[in-house]
């Protein structure tokens, strides 16, 4: 299962390099009149990153399949991170520091442990939300977005 | 000469409230994080790094040292107490601390710890001070075709550097220059890579690419791990540290020996000057060395303070020897010196062989808050709060990386106000979470985004100067010499096929 997780990777890897390697070829000649363009060092580092690539994809391929075993759990907890954090960002403006910020630091301590206690991490939750306002806002003079402007 | 009065005058700055204050809260954070397995000196100083933006450059990194140091002597203490070392640069230690603490002389192992790291901080840091001039003097003499193949040379090294992993490596490296790419060209007004995004034409910047890389990335590492420290944490309820055993007898101080000391030094700050190697390489190496060269070899990982004193001599060392080629090339030796480097582009200050000569005046009070840490702030924190540091495993997981992923977020928005970084850094922790969990070292990845600009650019550079001539970066010395060191590093680490050393980073 680790071995397949890892050819994925690869492949978008690869597909990435070969994405970026064709816009650099987009950029015009890699020399012109006997001097390097914006496109030669792209153009060199996608190469470069395609042929490692391909080293690595031949060696995963190469490699005896190794099976993991058979009761192994599988834990999607940093996927769930990811979008609590994608969507604290999109929170982040329009429903100010303070409302946004408590609801995600009370999502990950969740993420993070189990659902019990619920009122007490609520508690945690807002406490420190409330000390990190203090530590950007009044001692190191960062504007933070609430609802009162 | 006068760069050393310079130093040592800065102690002065220790003086002003603000900058103690800062230098010794740094510090406490970076041993907080550093003890607890998981956390790293460098999440510590990616967290950190938007609030520079409201410090002095001085303040900052004088801070930034006080981390940097105590993050490397941090670890030792859930090495020796409870076999679970709090940074990969204590692996070394636990070997003979912890059969110290089931001995029950864990607080020696500690005290011991905590000497090495003292002597091994200090001498790294009178090193630096001292060969620091001299360096930055001799990297005025490379020029243009010299500084192409200096970074090439930094970069692959790195590379090679992570035996077993090199295409893993040399892959993560290709990817941050293709970050390092995205943005206006520095030679021409062309865009490239941006997509159609207005926001991407200043290219990627380097805040959310540390916060991303460092802390989401760990976030999602934890996440993902879920690793249960419920054993740890019961340990260290069970560790009962006194104060009054700190202190090594003077008896163990003369069997280790000042050779032992010195020599492990020594190791650590060179192997600090050399790119990617970090702490854990040094205290490996500094090991090793002492084990071979010892009378009763058979002594060691069975509870030999000697191996302890060695280990942590010359992790700190390197801190020293990092710093090097950090401040007179702009090459960073390790995670840290990159975030450092941060911390200068931030603040508009460009590292390099002109720094140490226009700006020495800022550097100097960094290196004096290297030494006070390495002096004052290792042995007062052991003494002061040192019984009690144990219990730091027993924190609520939950809580410290929910406060983790806040800093890192909120710390992503401070740099431009835009949610654009922040979604930046989100993408970076992604891409980093990744690369860590498939076996490809992140710290080449930094290393080819940071050395990017500067290494197409000299390319570029050398070859207008020499009207196309590949055979410039063989004909002129300096870089002649940096093609040779190279080959020389290809020969070592790649093709002599070496004893087998802990993977970096």
């Known amino acids: 299962m680790l071995l397949n997780r890892q050819i994925i990777f690869l492949y978008v890897t690869l597909a990435v390099s070969v994405g970026y390697l064709v816009t650099a070829l987009s950029l015009g000649s890699p020399i012109a009149e006997g001097t390097l363009t914006p496109a030669f060092f792209p153009i060199l580092v996608g190469g470069a990153a395609i042929l490692f690539c391909s080293i690595l994809i031949v060696q995963a391929l190469r490699a005896a399949p190794e099976t993991g075993p058979a009761d192994e759990v599988r834990s999607y907890a940093h996927v769930w991170v990811v979008v609590a954090i994608f969507f604290y960002i999109l929170a982040f403006k329009p429903l100010g520091y303070f409302l946004s910020s408590g609801l995600f630091v009370f999502a990950l301590i969740l993420l993070f442990s189990k659902f019990e206690k619920m009122v007490l991490k609520a508690i945690i939750s807002a406490v420190i939300v409330g000390v990190a306002f203090v530590m950007f806002q009044q001692l190191f003079g960062v504007r933070l977005p609430t609802q009162w402007g | ?505």
């Not at chain 2, 090294?157 to 220059?177: E, F, M, S, T």
Request: hydrophobic share 50%; proline share 6%; net charge neutral.
């Open chain 2, 1 to 505: 000469m006068d760069f050393i009065f310079l130093v040592f005058s800065s102690f002065s700055l220790l003086a002003d409230p603000v900058n103690f204050t800062y230098v010794v809260l740094g510090f406490v954070i970076g041993t907080i994080f550093a003890a607890i397995p998981g956390l790293t000196a460098t999440l510590a100083m990616a967290l950190l790094l938007p609030l520079t933006y409201s410090l002095s450059v001085e303040t900052a990194l004088m801070a930034c040292a006080s981390i940097y140091m105590a993050g490397m002597c941090g670890g030792s203490i859930t090495a020796i107490t409870i076999n679970i070392p709090g940074a990969p640069s204590s692996m070394m230690t636990a070997l003979d601390g912890y059969p110290m603490q089931q001995q029950g002389k864990g607080a020696l192992a500690l005290g011991h710890a905590a000497l090495g790291s003292m002597i091994g901080g200090a001498v790294g840091a009178v090193l630096l001070i001292a060969l620091a001039p001299f360096v930055a003097q001799l990297s005025l003499l490379v020029k243009t075709t010299g500084k192409f193949s200096l970074l090439a040379f930094a970069l692959i090294v790195v590379v090679i550097a992570q035996r077993g992993r090199i295409p893993q490596a040399g892959l993560a490296a290709c990817i941050g220059l293709m970050l390092a790419t995205v943005g206006l060209d520095a030679m021409e007004p062309i865009t490239r890579f941006t997509y159609g995004y207005s926001s991407l034409t200043a290219g990627i910047d380097l805040m959310p690419v540390i916060i991303g890389t460092f802390a989401i990335a760990e976030v999602l590492t934890q996440a993902s791990a879920r690793t249960d420290i419920s054993a740890a944490a019961a340990a260290a309820d069970n560790v009962k540290i006194r104060r009054r055993d700190f202190l090594p007898p003077l008896s163990d101080i003369r069997k280790i020996g000042f050779g032992c000391y010195f020599k492990s030094c020594l190791i650590g700050y060179f192997v600090g000057t050399l790119p990617g190697a970090g702490g854990s390489m040094g205290s490996f190496l500094a090991y090793t060395e002492t084990v071979r060269t010892s009378d009763e070899p058979e002594t060691f990982g069975k509870g030999n303070p000697k191996g302890i004193a060695a280990s942590e001599s010359a992790n700190n060392a390197v801190c020293g020897g990092a710093m090097v080629p950090m401040l007179t090339f702009g090459i960073p030796g390790d995670p840290i010196t990159a975030i450092m480097l941060g911390v200068l582009v931030i603040n508009g200050i460009q590292p390099g062989p002109q720094l140490m000569a226009d700006q020495a005046g800022l550097i100097a009070p960094m290196l004096a808050a290297l030494l006070f840490s390495a002096l004052v702030l290792i042995p007062l924190t052991l003494w002061l709060i040192g019984p009690y540091f144990i219990r730091i495993v027993s924190v609520r997981k939950d809580v410290l990386y929910a406060v983790i992923a806040l800093l890192a977020v909120v710390g992503s928005y401070v740099a431009t106000y835009s949610t654009f970084q922040m979604f930046m850094a989100l993408g970076m922790g992604v891409l980093a979470f990744y690369l860590r969990r498939n076996g490809f070292p992140v710290i080449t990845m930094l290393l080819g985004y940071i050395l990017g600009p500067n290494l197409e650019e000299f390319l570029r550079r050398s070859l207008a100067l020499s009207n196309g001539d590949p055979t410039t970066f063989f004909t002129n010395p300096d870089s002649l010499f940096f093609v040779g060191l190279t080959l020389v590093f290809v020969y070592f680490l790649v093709i002599r096929k070496p004893a087998k050393t802990p993977a970096v980073v």
